[in-house]
């Protein structure tokens, strides 16, 4: 917890007149009460805070100020202290929730300027069509590619499930379009429509599950356990991106709490499935599935350092059944195509934008149409 307290007063000595402090809220007390032994983390937090005081952290001055009971306890001359009236602000970041929780303001990180607390469309706008009956409107995210896998999965066996692949910039709020709400009220990538069967389709477990069942394909005969699975996918990711892929990466700040608590999760939930691999060629025995298919753009990508740039962090190669696993589905070429499709970011020859034949993987990538698209 970071505490601000901001100064006015001439407290004399080396230290300057005005500063901020940025420590540990234990490490000061309130004011006129002495910090106790007992509170060992607090007497790290006071030291931590005084040795910050000589850097400058965030580019800007960075005083330390204590209050006379804590500089005190710790031996400092009582001249480098504060007494209670001359802190003249505190603001801490301890949030305090309001009765009724309102959407005042962004709360910063990625991803801030798309999130709201209501769903529905935010503007008029429809969804383009290709000629193929499937029509996936996407973008290649964990959740996204599972779905472009397992369409290039099926034609490589041969099933006709050409498809055509738009674009979704969920960056840019295409999510909220009114043609994309029609098709998922949830306004998340990836949704799709059956244009054959005028099947509307969301969430990702639920559309490979529907192109499994339509195409007879990547369906173990032991179909209890494949999908045991992939819900299993479903319910964790969310606490490895939204959790854990969020609060290391993504957030404004890097809370120690949140990163704890997830990286806990997401090391838990590693090593659940470097065990199952241990057993197991694939997730549900010896047939590649659906389930691999889930399962591989999160935890494969994490170990393979695709994602979140934290394989080094959560030790992913410590994982070695799941490493081998994660490594042999990334050398299938339909997945090296799945992993293109709808993808706007990295080098420009795997940047597929939209995919509407197989061709496009030769023809029309960003390097080769450059702006183009
Ligand atoms: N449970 C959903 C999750 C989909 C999801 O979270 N999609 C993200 C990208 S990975 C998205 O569209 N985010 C846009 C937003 O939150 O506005 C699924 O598996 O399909």
Not at 3 to 12: A, F, K, L, T, W
Not at 28 to 33: A, Q, W, Y
Not at 180 to 202: C, H, Q, W, Y
Request: proline share 6%.
């Amino acid at each position: 917890m970071v505490e601000r307290v901001i100064c006015n007063h001439d407290v004399g000595g080396s230290i300057p007149s005005t500063g901020t402090i940025l420590i540990s809220r234990r490490a000061v007390p309130p004011m006129g009460r002495a910090i106790r032994p007992a509170h060992g983390r607090a007497l790290e937090c006071v030291r931590l805070g005084f040795w910050l005081g000589s850097v400058s952290p965030r580019g800007a001055a960075f005083n330390v100020f204590l209050d006379i009971d804590a500089a005190l306890w710790i031996g400092l001359p009582a001249r480098w202290a504060l007494s209670p009236n001359e802190v003249t602000q505190i603001m801490t970041d301890e949030y305090i929730p309001p009765k009724v929780w309102k959407w005042e303001s962004q709360s910063g990180g990625a991803f801030s300027n798309i999130n709201r607390p209501i769903a529905g469309a935010t503007h008029d706008k429809a969804l383009p069509k290709g000629a193929h009956p499937l029509q996936l409107h996407s973008l290649a995210t964990p959740n996204g590619v599972k779905v472009t896998v397992m369409l290039e999965e099926l034609l490589a066996a041969g099933h006709n499930a050409e498809y055509d692949a738009f674009l979704i910039d969920i960056g840019k709020g295409d999510q909220f379009g009114s043609g994309f709400v029609e098709l998922n009220p949830n306004s998340k990538i990836p949704t799709m429509l059956d244009a054959e069967t005028g099947e509307r389709l969301f969430e990702s477990g639920s559309i490979l599950l529907y192109l499994a069942e339509k195409f007879g394909a990547f369906l173990p005969e032991n179909r209890t356990q494949c999908m045991n699975w992939l819900f299993w996918q479903m319910g964790s990711a969310p606490y490895l991106g939204g959790g854990f892929g969020h609060f290391y990466k993504y957030a404004p700040e890097k809370f120690e709490y949140a990163i704890d608590r997830f990286t806990m999760e997401a090391k838990r939930q590693l090593d659940v499935l470097d065990r199952h691999l241990a057993e197991n060629r694939y997730m549900c025995g010896d047939e590649y599935s659906i389930a691999d298919m889930a399962i591989w753009p999160w935890y494969g990508a994490v170990v393979l350092d695709l994602v979140y740039d934290a394989a080094e962090f959560l030790d992913g190669a410590a994982y070695t059944h799941l490493m081998r696993w994660a490594k042999e589905i990334e050398a299938r070429p339909a997945v090296q195509r799945g992993v293109m499709v709808n993808r706007s970011w990295g080098p420009e020859a795997g940047q597929l934008h939209e995919r509407h034949d197989s061709s496009d993987f030769e023809l029309r990538t960003q390097d080769k149409i450059g702006g183009e698209s």
